[in-house]
Structure formats: C-alpha cells, structure tokens
C-alpha cells in the first residue's frame, strides 16, 4: 500500500509541475485578466461536467468566500448547483438546457466564463458554448482531448490539463482553480 501511495503522489507531484512548466504564462494571463474584469464590476461565471461541476462549485466559493485571508468577496457563481431548477428541467426533457438557461439569468454584465470540461462529451457544456456571444471571455479548462476545447469556437483562454485519470484531472482542476483565485487575490489586494 505504501508503495502505491508514493507513486500516486509522485504522478501527482508531476503533473503540477508539468502543469505549471508548459501552462504557467496562460494561468497568469487568464489571472489578469479575471482581476481586470472584477476592477470593471465584472464577474465570474464557471461550468463543469461531471466530477468537475464540483471544482466549478469549490472554485466558485473560493472566489466569494476566500481562500487564506479575509477580504472583499468577489463575484462569482457556479452554474447547475439549483437542485430544483435542474430537477424542473429535467422533469420537463430539458438536460441540455441545465447550463444555458441558468447563464442566460446571469450573463448581463461583463463577466469570464470559465469552463472546467472532461475529456467526455456533455450536452450542457455544448449547449452552453452555443450560447456565448463573441465578445465574452470563455476561457475552457480540460484535458488536451476534450470535446469542448476542440470545437469550432475556441476559448479566448484555456489550460489543457496533463493526466490520465478522471481523479487527476480534478485534482489539477481544483489546483488551476486554487491557483487562479490565488493570483487574482495577489493583484486586487496586494498579497
């Protein structure tokens, strides 16, 4: 048991390094430019699919809440956490809209949109992308073979995540999202 708990951890160990190595300028970028939206009254908005909806969710709360300091929340929102919304669509034969028409209530005003996508195809995140005007930022966070980020409307952004298992995918995930709101947290309050 020992022995495999050291490898995993050394695959983990590796993948964030490879993580931050080959996409640590993009972080940095999608980080600016999320600080410049908040300065403008903009907002965060995340999506995922399966085990990363509860990244999106867990990324979204850092960005309200916070992470190791006390300070101002930042707006953010993770989209398909209604239970009885995504029941009422359900129950109405309308998976496909989970994602979109909760966006719809909340895209007026500038804001990042910002995907955490698996290498499965998800009729929420295809439908939700057919939703996005142009002048959004979509920044698309996923493995290197995933339906979303291989579309005909590429992300503004995006972070093509090393790995080869659905748990380390979310585990990068959930780093990309630590790491962002880190970032955002250094610009707007100098720590």
Do not use: W
């Not at 490879?18 to 996409?23: N, P, V």
């Not at 101002?72 to 028409?101: M, V, Y």
């Not at 002048?135 to 698309?140: E, F, H, Q, T, Y």
């Amino acid at each position: 048991m020992q022995e495999r708990l050291t490898r995993s951890c050394q695959r983990i160990s590796s993948l964030v390094a490879e993580l931050a190595d080959k996409q640590g300028e993009s972080l940095i970028r999608i980080g600016h430019d999320l600080a410049d939206i908040f300065t403008r009254g903009g907002q965060l908005i995340l999506a995922g699919n399966g085990p990363l909806q509860a990244v999106a969710q867990q990324t979204a709360t850092a960005f309200s809440h916070h992470l190791g300091f006390e300070r101002p929340p930042l707006p953010a929102i993770s989209l398909g956490c209604d239970p009885i919304f995504t029941a009422a669509l359900l129950a109405d034969r309308q998976p496909h809209e989970i994602l979109a028409r909760e966006y719809r209530l909340h895209n007026e005003r500038e804001h990042m949109l910002l995907i955490f996508c698996t290498q499965q195809p998800s009729p929420q995140i295809s439908h939700l992308l057919e939703q996005i005007e142009d002048s959004r930022c979509l920044v698309i966070i996923g493995p290197e073979n995933s339906p979303a980020i291989n579309r005909d409307r590429q992300p503004e952004l995006g972070l093509r995540l090393p790995g080869d298992s659905p748990a380390r995918l979310a585990e990068l995930g959930l780093i990309c999202g630590h790491l962002l709101c880190e970032l955002v947290e250094g610009e707007l309050f100098g720590v």
